[in-house]
């Protein structure tokens, strides 16, 4: 089976193109992997994902499924990722498996505990800690980057399993944006890629979200939180 996996969450896009032979094996054979500095204009990713299909040698009809990292992140990246990834499924008539952007981030982290923690901008981060095997421990969430080290012991003292763990390490670009606070964590400076995304979905459940799909954006955007009630002189929302 021929995936195709998107990454979007952060300025530099990053897709695959994986060929599991006839036994969708979670270690994939890559055919096409990169990342493109974008500006999240759909066409932009488009103009990619077409190259990507030329370089690996196939067509888009050749596709057995797509994958998307749905997220947390920029919410406009997310937007056109997911649209993108919709519109391919729909076209080619295959499944559409979504992933956490920030499992694919921890993916490509080393330690028995991983930390994968972006930029959500606004003075936060997003975070996530995970097990080496990929297992999410509690929940993901935006914090303060001066909370970051104080939310991981909680997260981590809230799951036995864990026992008393000392290998925890950091991944991702959070460290970049708040130095002062997160500088002296020793971050793995990274950004998830569409490959960690291909082999996240491959050993996930593999639920097809084309139709009901939406990214996860942790929180709320800032239409919301200033017009809980709807913007004023829109349309009503449809029920």
């Known amino acids: 089976m021929i995936l195709l996996a998107l990454e979007t969450s952060t300025k530099l896009a990053s897709l695959a193109i994986v060929d599991t032979g006839s036994s969708d094996a979670s270690t994939p ?28 040698g196939i067509a888009p009809t050749d596709l057995g499924a797509v994958a998307v990292g749905a997220g947390p992140g920029s919410f406009t990246g997310l937007r056109i990722g997911m ?8 076209a080619v008539g295959c499944p559409l498996w979504a992933v956490s952007s920030l499992a694919a981030l921890a993916h490509a982290g080393a330690g028995a505990i991983r930390v994968a923690a972006l930029d959500a901008r606004k003075g ?8 080496a095997d990929g297992g999410l ?12 080290v104080r939310w991981v012991t909680t997260t981590i003292e809230a799951a036995p399993e864990l026992g008393a763990a000392t290998d925890v390490r950091y ?3 959070a460290a ?5 606070h997160l500088g002296a964590l020793g971050f793995q400076d990274a950004t998830p890629s569409g490959l960690a995304v291909a082999r996240c979905a491959l050993a996930g459940a593999r639920v097809d979200i084309v139709v009901d799909g939406k990214p996860a954006y942790l929180r709320l955007a800032e239409a919301e939180v200033m017009y809980p009630d709807g ?3 829109a349309l009503p929302r449809r029920t």
């Open 29 to 56: 054979r890559t055919l096409v992997a990169l990342d493109h500095e974008t500006d999240h204009r759909v066409n932009d990713l488009l103009v990619v994902i077409d190259r990507a299909c030329r370089d690996a």
């Open 83 to 90: 649209a993108t990834a919709k519109g391919i499924a729909f």
């Open 124 to 131: 936060e981060v997003y975070a996530g800690v995970y097990r």
């Open 137 to 148: 421990v509690g929940v993901e969430a935006a914090v303060h980057p001066s909370e970051l």
């Open 171 to 173: 991944v991702g670009d």
């Open 176 to 180: 970049r944006t708040f130095p002062d």
């Open 231 to 233: 913007v004023p002189g």
